[in-house]
């Protein structure tokens, strides 16, 4: 009697990675942005069943010197990335042995390079909140344009998302403030995401300033929030605006002038006019001596009808927040309506400042 044979079956193979068909830890797959975190996008052609495997693979994949390795093929990587095509292009390869291309990668990336082969492979990705900075920085390097249009979205409706009006179990579920930060200075980033994020920041100065990543915004950043209209609270402006240049060791005398001359000084106190006016650094600076001036004749003159005409312009006018209300509309698009509330501004700095 013949004796039967068992099955053979390979043993599982073992990730060094995240299972990128899945979504983040503790992620339900049936959720949606306004659910949870994460969300999936999928686009039509795909080799999924080749991501990641042997079979006909014709180059490896080496991530930051063994980190990970991936079986990977020219032909898919070609198609989906003009990037990954030149790199393959220029690869030296030997008889009898398969090329080996190699990554050198930040840690935040590396942590998704699963995610972006995987996409690469099957047109699908789960975006969080936690990764999708980094993955957009790798679909904007290697030119993979599907992915990095998908990721620019979720970005924005997360922006939005961080927008200072909303609850707090919406803000937790937005971008942090050092997130919000990095893609508003960050040169790589498109520059419609860094308008969104620098319009958030504006709405979130406050919380900005107390952040670490306060003393690390570029200066154009700096100075555009001082300028900005949002940015409420006059003494605030002052005191970080100072703080940063402190802290950043500013020597520049342009940069400091384009700060301190976007101060408001006339919605200041009499007391903190008067300490600046005596202060020796303030008054290397012509243009900003000649506000504060300004600035106390607005204390002196305010109330005499006859003085109504002599105080116009910007440095008079207290800045204001605007609410952002966002409406859901279809899964891919979010619109955004501003109200204008400067009576309650004018409310609130009058009664900080009395100007009386």
Not at 176 to 198: R, T, Y
């Amino acid at each position: 009697m013949a004796k039967r044979l068992k099955r053979y079956s390979a043993p599982p193979m073992l990730r060094q990675y995240p299972d990128p068909s899945k979504p983040p830890l503790g992620d339900d797959e049936q959720a949606s942005l306004s659910d949870g975190c994460s969300k999936k996008v999928k686009t039509s052609q795909s080799f999924e069943s080749l991501f990641d495997n042997e079979s006909l693979s014709d180059v490896i994949l080496n991530l930051n010197d063994g980190h990970s390795i991936f079986h990977a093929h020219k032909m898919i990587l070609s198609m989906k990335s003009e990037v990954l095509a030149s790199m393959l292009n220029k690869l030296v390869t030997e008889p009898g042995t398969k090329p080996t291309l190699n990554f050198q990668e930040s840690l935040d990336c590396t942590s998704v390079f699963s995610r972006f082969l995987y996409f690469i492979y099957s047109g699908a990705v789960w975006l969080h909140r936690d990764y999708v900075i980094p993955l957009y920085k790798l679909a904007n390097k290697y030119s993979v344009r599907p992915l990095a249009s998908h990721c620019e979205s979720y970005i924005q409706q997360l922006l939005i998302t961080t927008s200072f009006n909303v609850s707090d179990v919406q803000m937790a579920k937005g971008f942090s403030i050092e997130a919000i930060s990095e893609l508003c200075d960050n040169p790589v980033h498109p520059e419609e995401v860094k308008k969104i994020a620098f319009r958030v920041l504006c709405t979130r100065f406050r919380e900005l300033t107390k952040s670490a990543c306060w003393t690390s915004c570029c200066w154009e950043t700096v100075r555009d929030l001082i300028r900005d209209n949002e940015c409420e609270d006059e003494n605030l402006v002052l005191m970080a605006a100072t703080d940063w240049m402190k802290k950043n060791k500013i020597s520049d005398k342009k940069q400091i002038e384009a700060i301190l001359s976007n101060i408001r000084y006339p919605l200041l106190n009499r007391r903190v006019l008067y300490q600046l006016q005596k202060n020796y650094a303030f008054k290397k600076f012509p243009q900003v001596q000649d506000q504060l001036l300004e600035a106390m004749k607005f204390h002196c003159f305010k109330e005499l009808p006859e003085a109504k005409d002599d105080f116009h312009g910007i440095q008079y006018m207290t800045r204001h927040r605007f609410v952002t209300h966002v409406t859901s509309v279809p899964p891919t698009s979010t619109t955004v309506t501003m109200t204008n509330y400067k009576n309650e501004g004018q409310t609130k700095i009058n009664e900080q400042f009395p100007l009386s």
